[in-house]
Structure formats: C-alpha cells, structure tokens
C-alpha cells in the first residue's frame, strides 16, 4: 500500500513550503487509494515552540488536509511524536554501533570549532575529520568510565558512491568522500533528525517519501542507513525550491511565507491549495486549466509532472486565484447577492454606515468584482456614496483628453439635471443609462464629454463605478443634489 507522511518540526507557524510537501504527499496518497500520515519531529527541543503542534494541525484542517494516522489520529505505527519515540532509537544506534556502522565521539565543542575554522582557513568541506574512529576499543572504554558525554556518528565508507532513482530529479549521484560522517544520536539520549526519519519511515512502513529540494544532500545517509540495518528505502521525491520573484529563496525578508499570514487577510482555503499546489506542478502543457478543487487535483496529481526548475510564489497569481475562488463560492452560494455582499464585507463596514442600509447594499453591488478581489477594501470603494457633501475640483472635471472644458462640463450637468428632474425609472441602470444617451445625443456631444463630468460630480473620484450606476445607487435626490452643487461649483 502507498503510504506518504508530513513530517513538520514544531519550531512556529507552517511555512508555504511545508504546506506544499504535506499538499502533494495527501494528493499522492489519496490518488493511489493509500494512507496520509503526520508525524511530529520534535526532537531538537531546544527550539520547539509551545502550542506549535497545535497550530499546525489546525493549519492543515482548515487546509481541507486530513490525515489518517497522526496525532489524535492513532493507528498502529503510533506513538507519532518522536519526542515519545526514543527509547527506540536508542535501540537502533546500539544496533548500528554493534554492526559497526556507527562510532562514539568524544570531541569537545572546543575541539568542533577549532576543526571548522582550520577547514576554512584551507578552504576544505566541512565535515567531521573522523577522529574519534580511530579511537581504540580500550580509550573508548576509559572516556566512558570517566563519564565524557559522547555522541554516535554515521560511518560513511570513504569510496564508492551513493546513488538512487528520484522520482522527480531522475538519476542522483553522491560520492560517499562528499558525505559527512553525520551525528545520529546526540549526547542527551534524543537522536537527530537523520536517525530519527529513518527509523519511524521504515516502522511506520512509508512507500514514498515527497519533500523539498534542502533534504537531497541528506538522502545518501539516510540511503546508507537502511541499507546499514538491512532494510529497503522508501522512493524519494526531491520537489524544486520556492522562490521569490528575483529567483532567491523564499524568506521572510521578501514577504510573508507563514500560512498562517494569508489566513489572517482572509485568504480562502481553497485559494490557497490551487495555488499552492501549481508551486512546481502542472497537469501538462496542453492543459489551460487554472482553478482546481481538491478533487480534481486528487485526480490529475502525479510525480511525474513535478517540476524540477524552481517555482516562483507570485502573489498577484494568488490573488487572481483567491477572486476567482471567492467569485465561485460567491456564486454558488444561495440568497440575495447584495446581502450576501455585505455579509462578506461586515467586518469592514463603518456602523454608521449599516444605517442606511438600502444605500449600502446598492452601492455594494455597484463594486461587486472589486470585493470579490478584496473585501477589506470597501471603504476605498464606496466611501464617496456616505458623504454629506462631494467636493468637486474643477481642475478634475476639465478633461483635455476627452476634450471637456468647464463650459461643456456646465453644459451637460444642466442637461443631466433637466433630463432627471422629471423622470420616473431611477429603480433599473438600463433606464437611467437610455435617459442619458437620450441626453448626449441631443447635446451633439460625446458619451465621454458629459459623463466624465457627471462622475466628478457625483463621486468627487478620480476613479469610481460608472454614472449609470452611481446615479442608480444614490436614487433620485442624492443624485440631483450633488449634480446642482457641482453646477454651483462650476
């Protein structure tokens, strides 16, 4: 059976990269009919955070992300917490020792730092010098009589070279002389990560182990390392670097890279998943598809359409991908399309404004697509349909471009007005735009030259919904109110 597993340190919040491995590690398994586990490696406590379990789990529900056996979960391969774990891999690191795999360091901090700083000055790779290994059976014995703390390293073979089938980079190739001789279990008794993964991947009987790109140099220890305990190793897939736009790694200098971040400004989940999931993946070249649900991703997901070429994280991608999700909930969703707009922009709307609610809820529809894009911004949007009075600057109304001078501005305001003092049809757009074009044909002008003006006007805006709408919005009264003033203005 295919078995994946998401194997996030609980160091803060989930980085969009972790959510993208444990996104193709769930649609892997759930293609193929197989299990999705989470494990917590929480073995480095000195920088595990309080709580951050918890807020993982929760980011992966609302991610639409269920696992099958984790944490609350339990199934047969549990405990899934190392922290819980590691009286067996001390078991297994006694194992390798006695097979001869592994070896004790007695090295010092001291000594460590000295060691790196003579392999810099000499401009040689950084990696343990092996000293303890050569340590006889007898001074091993004295240094651990007197109590010295001691980690065990991996002894890596000096020839040879290390190689494996990746299911996204192809064929990979490390010479086993590149390979540091990695510390497995730590002087505290608590193992690294590199012991630690082996073991539970092989206990925990995971077929496929997906994961970023920073975990290649680490696969020929852990390839050496089953191959030590006699066992085979899962089939790895290296999936490619998140990238900012300038093509450097996704950090926090760049922006933000906490998923937690896009739920706070309102980022639908779904959004979020369809984007992530194209972060290095593609149906295929003859596919122009863009937005995908879950399923359809279950559906459509395999390894072999991963890329291996970074992939840029490009926020206005995110956010085209957010309106189109919010655009298709919205329209799904029954009720009244004004009501449903305020409900989606409540918490954003000043109470006195809620007031007048009939104004309110025309002038939400006048900007129904920019709300759907953001909703926190519909004070930007419609705050001119709440003011006592619009101030309108003469220098906004005279237009060159659409040869509109204050004269013609006059002109067609007066005619506006006339036209609208007398008619009935303020209740639909399409009768207040005919009323209009009535207007402008009778005036001999352009559509632009009387209702550029008639914006200005109305709005005080630079940019706004167009007239028809706006005077719909507004009604009768507010409408010619603020077209007299601009007169007046003029």
């Not at 009919?33 to 929480?42: C, N, S, V």
């Not at 540091?180 to 012991?195: A, E, I």
């Not at 140099?217 to 998140?242: A, E, R």
């Not at 593609?282 to 559906?299: K, R, V, Y």
Request: overall charge neutral; some cysteine.
């Amino acid at each position: 059976m295919i078995r994946t597993r998401f194997a996030p340190s609980p160091t803060g919040f989930l980085h969009v990269g972790g959510l993208r491995a444990a996104l193709y590690n769930y649609l892997f398994a759930r293609k193929n009919q197989g299990k999705f586990l989470l494990r917590i490696e929480d073995t480095d406590q000195k920088r595990a955070v309080e709580g951050a379990v918890e807020s993982l789990i929760k980011t992966l529900k609302w991610s639409g992300l269920e696992f099958d056996e984790g944490p609350g979960v339990e199934g047969s391969c549990g405990p899934y917490i190392q922290s819980q774990r590691t009286e067996l891999y001390k078991k297994h690191a006694d194992e390798l020792l006695e097979k001869g795999f592994a070896y004790r360091c007695f090295c010092t901090a001291q000594r460590l730092d000295e060691m790196r700083k003579l392999q810099e000055e000499k401009h040689l790779a950084p990696k343990y010098d092996q000293h303890c290994l050569h340590l006889s059976k007898e001074e091993t014995a004295k240094l651990m009589d007197a109590s010295v703390p001691f980690v065990i390293r991996q002894k890596i073979p000096t020839s040879g070279a290390v190689e494996w089938e990746d299911a996204v980079r192809g064929n990979v190739s490390f010479k086993c002389d590149t390979i540091d001789d990695q510390v497995l279990l730590k002087s505290d008794g608590f193992p690294t990560y590199h012991l630690a993964n082996v073991v539970d991947d092989h206990m925990m009987n995971i077929s496929h182990v997906i994961r970023g790109e920073e975990w290649l140099s680490s696969t020929p220890k852990h390839i050496l390392l089953y191959q030590s305990f006699g066992w085979k190793h899962p089939i790895f897939s290296h999936l490619p670097l998140i990238l900012n736009k300038d093509r450097s790694k996704l950090s926090k200098r760049q922006g933000d890279v906490a998923v937690e971040d896009y739920i706070k400004k309102g980022y639908l989940p779904e959004a979020m998943i369809n984007f992530i999931a194209l972060l290095g993946w593609h149906p295929g070249s003859d596919s122009t598809q863009e937005i995908f649900t879950l399923d359809e991703l279950i559906e459509k997901f395999t390894l072999e359409k991963v890329h291996k070429a970074g992939a840029v994280f490009d926020l206005e991608k995110l956010d085209w991908i957010n309106w189109q999700w919010r655009r298709k909930k919205f329209d799904a969703e029954p009720g009244d399309k004004s009501q449903k707009l305020l409900d989606l922009c409540a918490q954003y709307i000043p109470d006195e404004w809620k007031r007048e609610e009939a104004l309110l809820k025309r002038g939400l529809l006048t900007v129904e697509e920019k709300l759907l894009q953001d909703p926190s911004k519909v004070k930007d949007h419609i705050s001119f349909y709440f003011k006592d009075e619009v101030k309108v600057d003469p220098a906004m109304v005279a237009n060159p471009k659409m040869k509109v001078d204050l004269e013609i501005a006059k002109k067609g305001l007066e005619a506006i007005i006339k036209a609208l003092e007398d008619f009935d049809g303020f209740d639909e757009q399409e009768k207040i735009k005919n009323r209009l074009m009535e207007v402008i044909a009778g005036l001999g002008l352009k559509n632009g030259q009387v209702l550029w003006p008639a914006r200005v006007a109305l709005t005080g805006e630079q940019f706004s919904p167009g007239v028809f709408e706006v005077i719909w919005a507004l009604g009768k009264e507010k409408a010619l109110i603020r077209l007299k003033r601009a007169v007046n203005t003029l």
